[in-house]
Structure formats: structure tokens, C-alpha cells
């Protein structure tokens, strides 16, 4: 299902086949939460921005409007109007991130609904069954996403229960995709790496969790406050012990100074919510770098948000203009900007995997990570 097509030092360049299409790595996947983009963005306009990846999440879905519904109307790609991969996260890091209260056991996890109070279940089964009535093409493994710092004692019990609750999930996923009443009977399953912190526990955890031959394996438990050197340390602790013809996928993350990192150390997969957060606030990625779209300097400023780029707000409008729409507090102005942030990351990865095929990318690391993660004043 993995092609590995060409390395350049740690970095790769791959195909991953689904039922839904060939994904081209390195990828970065397009947050859709609850299924839509924030910002107004549809599954057309995902299209036109060379988004390759959908990503929404388990746990906003149970919630709402419920994966019951979701799996009536035909899955998640009929639901919202999407013939390319979707990967649904598991639920585990907004069941830790999100509930006020919850219960961990063996089992899995009691917790109450950040919308109404209600009290819910969730564990390995439950949230494969979930994932299974979305029908998307990845799903998650469930797992216990832990604070960085947390006690070593801690962490460890935490890492391994999340490996026993993996071995349910695979069990549990091979039971449904045998169901006759199954809408995505091939749908694939990552196992993720989890253990804070602290390397030992992180390679023990991901030599056991390499044992099960899944589809993919992800890094996750990171981006979650920790300064990005412990990030890129972690990773370069794992990385050996990933299978090499499995993708690999750093969850959450995050600035494109992170994703040119992460490539070099050997990730294929990424998603954040930064792009589409940050300019909801006019908060802009540009190949000069980040500026903010709301400053006083831009008020009569024709040129586009970035000249040469090719989204449909740089095709069409001027800063100004776009300036203007922020100020009269209209939507237009968010959505525009959200468009553009997601098509200079699909951009980016284009260009990442350009570099990766024309063996360059240490120079194209080389000159844009010292660009793309400063204020420009253009």
C-alpha cells in the first residue's frame, strides 16, 4: 500500500494507495473537525486548493450530529460531497483535552460531553465502531494522549495500556471490516507511538506496536506545549524503529518551519488547525513569510496577499480589499484568508515533494526554513 519512491537523507518521498485514491507523501491533510473546514471552506473549494486529505474527528462527530446518522446517509464521503481520502482521528486527545471530568480505566474512558454535560463512554471498540459507521479511509487508533511534562510512573502505565488497547482496536477493526453491512470494508488503521517525553519509553513503545504490521504508524502525544526541540528530539528517537515501508504521521503539527523539520527527520504525514485558526484572525503564510493582514499598512495596498500565488483570494482581491473585509467584520474576509493558508500548505507539500524528486531538498530546506517562520514587512 506504501511505495517508497526516493530518500534524501532521512527524508522520503511515497505513494500511499487507499480505496479512495493514491495519497502523494509527504502530505499535509486539511482539518475539517466536524466535517467543514472553519471558515466556511466546502469540499469544492478543497478541491480547487489541491487538498489531497480530509481530516475529521471522531469525538465531534459522536457528539454531533452522531456517526448513526453519518453512517445512514452513506458515510462520511457521501455526507459531505468527497470522493478523496478522509482520516478520522480517534477521539482520545480531545476525550483528555476537551472533558472536564473523565474516568480511565482498562476498559477505556468515562468522560462528560463538553456540549451538553452528558455522560459517555468511549474505549478501543467504541471508537472503532464510530470510525467504522463514518467509513473513512484511515482510521485512528484510540489511545491516551498524556500532558508534556507528566511523571515518568505515570507515562509508562499510560504507554502500555495504550498498546493493549491497540491490540483491541486491530481485533475490533478485522471484526468489522468482515461485516456484511459495512460501508468501507478496506478501511486502514494507524496505530500511534505514545510515552510523553521520555525516549526509552517511547522506543519500547513503538517496537511493540511495530509488531502488529498496521497500515501506518503515527507519533503523537507532541505539539502539546513542549518546545519544538523536544518535538524534533522525540522524533529523532523513534525514527529507526518506525517500519520503513509504513507511512509515518506526526500528529497535530503544525508551523511550516515544523513540517520542513519533520520531513527531514522522515515523516510523511501531517495536520494542524493553525492554517485555518490563524487566518480566521487575518494571520498569513507567505513564501516572504507571516504577516498580518489587519495592519494599518496594508489599508491601500493593491498588490495580492502574496504575488505569485495562485488561490483564489491572490487570483481575485487585493490586500486591501481583504483588509477592508476584516474591518467591516465581514465573513467573506475569513474565508478568503482561509483559503489562502490552506493552498500555500497544499503548496508547500508540492513543492516538498518536487524538491524530494529532483534531489534538492536539503538547499530548498535550506533557504526557506530561514524564510517562512519570520514577520515579512512586504
Known amino acids: 500500500m506504501f511505495k517508497l519512491l526516493k530518500t534524501e537523507g532521512k527524508a522520503r518521498r511515497g505513494e500511499f494507495e487507499t480505496v479512495h485514491g ?23 473549494d478543497l478541491r480547487e486548493i489541491g487538498c489531497q486529505v480530509e481530516l475529521s474527528n471522531t469525538y465531534h462527530l459522536h457528539i454531533r450530529p452522531g456517526d448513526e446518522l453519518v453512517y445512514k446517509m452513506g458515510g462520511i464521503h457521501k455526507f459531505f460531497n468527497w470522493d478523496k481520502p478522509v482520516l478520522t482521528d480517534s477521539g482520545g486527545f480531545q476525550v483528555f483535552s476537551l472533558a472536564k471530568l473523565r474516568k ?44 508534556n511534562p507528566a511523571p515518568y510512573k505515570y507515562v509508562k502505565k499510560s504507554h502500555e495500556r495504550t498498546i493493549r488497547w491497540l491490540y483491541r482496536c486491530k481485533a475490533e477493526m478485522d471484526r468489522l471490516n468482515s461485516l456484511p453491512d459495512t460501508i468501507n470494508k478496506k478501511q486502514m488503521l494507524f496505530g500511534i507511538n505514545q510515552g510523553g517525553t521520555y525516549e526509552d519509553l517511547r522506543i519500547e513503545n513503538m517496537k511493540e506496536i511495530a509488531k502488529l504490521d498496521l497500515d501506518g504508524y503515527a507519533i503523537g502525544g507532541l505539539a502539546v506545549g513542549e518546545e519544538a526541540d523536544e518535538m524534533y528530539r522525540i522524533i529523532d528517537a523513534v525514527e529507526p524503529y518506525m517500519p520503513k515501508d509504513k507511512p509515518r504521521y506526526l500528529m497535530g503539527v503544525g508551523t511550516p518551519l515544523n513540517i520542513l523539520e519533520a520531513v527531514r527527520r522522515g515523516v510523511d504525514f501531517f495536520d494542524c488547525v493553525m492554517p485555518s485558526r490563524n487566518a480566521r484572525h487575518g494571520n498569513l503564510f507567505t513564501w516572504h513569510g507571516k504577516m498580518n493582514i489587519n495592519n494599518e499598512r496594508f489599508f491601500d495596498d493593491p498588490r495580492p496577499i502574496d504575488e505569485g500565488c495562485g488561490c483564489p483570494a491572490c487570483r481575485n482581491y487585493s490586500r486591501a480589499y481583504i483588509r477592508h473585509l476584516f474591518k467591516a467584520r465581514e465573513l467573506l474576509g475569513m474565508r478568503l484568508c482561509v483559503l489562502h493558508n490552506l493552498y500555500f500548505y497544499n503548496e508547500l507539500m508540492q513543492k516538498i515533494r518536487d524538491a524530494l524528486d529532483g534531489g534538492y531538498y536539503e538547499s530548498f530546506f535550506a533557504k526557506y526554513s530561514q524564510i517562512l517562520d519570520k514577520r515579512t514587512d512586504n
Open 22 to 44: 493514491t495519497i502523494q507523501t509527504p502530505v499535509f491533510m486539511n482539518v475539517g473537525t466536524s466535517a467543514a473546514v472553519k471558515g466556511g471552506i466546502s469540499t469544492m
Open 104 to 147: 480511565i480505566t482498562e476498559e477505556g474512558v468515562f468522560f462528560n460531553s463538553h456540549m451538553d454535560g452528558k455522560r459517555i463512554f468511549m474505549g478501543p471498540e467504541e471508537s472503532m465502531r464510530i470510525q467504522s459507521h463514518l467509513a473513512s479511509t484511515i482510521a485512528m487508533a484510540f489511545d491516551e494522549c498524556v500532558e
